[in-house]
């Protein structure tokens, strides 16, 4: 195994802490790179504290003889600075550290299906932007695109259609919300065998988990296994305000039935992840 270490930026994250636990179980050496405070240093893992953004000390810091650049990070809040600047940022810093480009560290970019189609709704469009930024600087780079995570669809139903209170009788629910919704430990597992491989793969197909769901047939899946009966009211998401905005940005995620030929699939089903005791909520 490589002793030059991977760095993980954004390993405060969802998916960066589990990758960033992930590698350090298999000793691969480790620099974690996070805005807020970090773990402190300890054998094998260097942590470094800074901003994604130009001309940060941290993150030149934190990129100094890396062989692997896992990009987890992301600030829906502020994603021309962050995801987009941020994403420049890092592919400058890398070739001003490296100029050679042999010598340059992979990235590898945690992306979303299906973000072109919806390029309208401005999260996806800046993942659009962050993308072509990695792909036309010529650093070596691997770019997943994955379906929307369990834990994820878990907010949305309790964030933004009420579900987290259970004593209603009662939710309402967009309609032409299109799910591939995949296990982020699964997602986790295939960065971490990325960062192993030492390749830079490009563009991979997307990871998907193994069923469509539309929201509603999600939603009626998490109300079984919290034996509610309580009803659903279906709405069409126009309006331009977020969360409609996202809810259409999730439209058209592909209904087909999977070619595994063309994605790289999930094992873990919506319904297994919400009845596993081990499963991690946010
Ligand atoms: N959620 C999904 O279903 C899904 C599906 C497909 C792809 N993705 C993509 O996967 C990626 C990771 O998602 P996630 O849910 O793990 O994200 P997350 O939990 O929100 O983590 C994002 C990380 O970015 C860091 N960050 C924000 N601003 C920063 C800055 N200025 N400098 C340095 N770090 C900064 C945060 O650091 P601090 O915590 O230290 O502030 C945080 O650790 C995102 O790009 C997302 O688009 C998500």
């Known amino acids: 195994m490589s002793s030059t270490p991977a760095l993980v930026l954004g390993a405060n994250g969802h998916l960066g802490k589990i990758v960033a636990a992930d590698l350090a179980a298999r000793n691969v050496p480790l620099v974690l790179f996070g805005h807020s405070s970090l773990p402190a240093s300890s054998d094998g893992v260097k942590a470094v504290q800074g901003s994604l953004v130009a001309d940060d000390p941290g993150l030149a810091e934190a990129l100094k003889d890396v062989a692997t650049v896992v990009h987890c990070v992301s600030n829906p809040l502020r994603t021309q600075e962050i995801d987009v600047g941020g994403t420049q940022a890092l592919v400058d810093t890398i070739k001003k550290l490296y100029p050679s480009a042999e010598s340059q560290p992979r990235i590898i970019y945690i992306s979303i299906v299906g973000i072109e189609e919806h390029s309208d709704y401005f999260y996806y469009k800046a993942k659009v932007d962050a993308e072509r930024i990695i792909i036309s600087s010529g650093v070596p780079h691997t ?99 977020y969360p409609d905005s996202m809810f259409r940005a999730f439209n058209g995620n592909a209904r087909d039935p999977i070619d595994p030929k063309f994605f790289i699939l999930g094992k873990q089903t919506w319904e297994e992840f919400l009845n596993d005791p081990n499963s991690r909520f946010w």
């Open 143 to 241: 770019i997943l695109r994955t379906a929307q995570w369990h834990p994820f669809i878990k907010v949305i139903a309790d964030q933004f259609l009420g579900l987290k209170d259970p004593s209603a009788d009662c939710y309402t629910v967009p309609t032409g919300v299109d799910l591939r919704p995949v296990s982020i430990e699964e997602v986790g597992g295939k960065v971490v065998e990325l960062v192993l491989s030492g390749k830079a793969e490009g563009c991979l197909p997307d990871m998907v988990g193994p069923e469509f769901l539309s929201l509603e047939q999600a939603v009626t899946i998490y109300l079984k296994s919290r034996q509610s009966h309580a009803q659903l009211k279906l709405y069409d998401p126009v309006s331009p305000d």
